[in-house]
T-cell receptor
Framework: DTGVSQDPRHKITKRGQNVTFRCDPI?????LYWYRQTLGQGPEFLTY????????KSRLLSDRFSAERPKGSFSTLEIQRTEQGDSAMYLC??????????FGNGTRLTVT | GQQLNQSPQSMFIQEGEDVSMNCTSS?????WLWYKQDPGEGPVLLIA?????ELTSNGRLTAQFGITRKDSFLNISASIPSDVGIYFC???????????FGQGTRLTINP
């Protein structure tokens, strides 16, 4: 078990640029989740996949956000036309169905 | 949507003291989880609870799933410096896959 891996760990970008983050889940897990965490708050759900199917999306996931899991393994989260309000820690987690989520160490995004 | 109210928001204690924190909701949950998060890292699972009334321990940590299924608490006995961090409760309602998180309890320990 190598754990959930996220890349990059930190990303600084200018407002209006596009960014993409990658998540590699625990290999046996078929569920993959994306959460966003701002300073002093708990993680907020964005979306989750079962295998390659995206089964639920939060209203927090605006049209500028898109997530994919093309082969049911790794996932990417893209933010287009970044805004300063997008600055946050983006956490990925994976699990078996109805089991606890195991989180990666996140990608910290700073939009200047 | 479902919201979890976690208290206290912060705690300042002496090393060796016991700690208690709790989480409440107006919604019914069928799973309660407790996580710890250190700065710059993701949350790490401490304890998972699946049945109302369940009491589960993990070393010096003990957590309970409330009988009403609307609350949970976490106790830490004989705190040590490495217990410093932010503790989050999280819950899952029946039929849902996403976890809803509380706002966290920041624990600070004075040696």
């Amino acid at each position: 078990d190598t754990g959930v891996s996220q890349d990059p760990r930190h990303k600084i970008t200018k407002r209006g640029q596009n960014v993409t983050f990658r998540c590699d889940p625990i290999s046996e897990h078929n569920r993959l989740y994306w959460y966003r965490q701002t300073l002093g708050q708990g993680p907020e759900f964005l979306t989750y996949f079962q295998n390659e199917a995206q089964l639920e999306k939060s209203r927090l996931l605006s049209d500028r956000f898109s997530a994919e899991r093309p082969k049911g393994s790794f996932s990417t989260l893209e933010i287009q036309r970044t805004e300063q309000g997008d600055s946050a820690m983006y956490l990925c987690a994976s699990s078996f169905p109805n089991s606890p989520l195991h989180f990666g160490n996140g990608t910290r995004l700073t939009v200047t | 949507g479902q919201q979890l109210n976690q208290s206290p928001q912060s705690m300042f204690i002496q090393e060796g003291e016991d700690v208690s924190m709790n989480c409440t909701s107006s919604s019914i949950f069928n799973t309660w989880l407790w996580y710890k998060q250190d700065p710059g890292e993701g949350p790490v699972l401490l304890i998972a609870l699946y049945k109302a009334g369940e009491l589960t321990s993990n070393g010096r940590l003990t957590a309970q799933f409330g009988i009403t299924r609307k609350d949970s608490f976490l106790n830490i006995s004989a705190s040590i410096p490495s217990d410093v961090g932010i503790y989050f409760c999280a819950g899952r309602i029946q039929g849902a896959q996403k976890l809803v998180f509380g706002q966290g309890t920041r624990l600070t320990i004075n040696p």
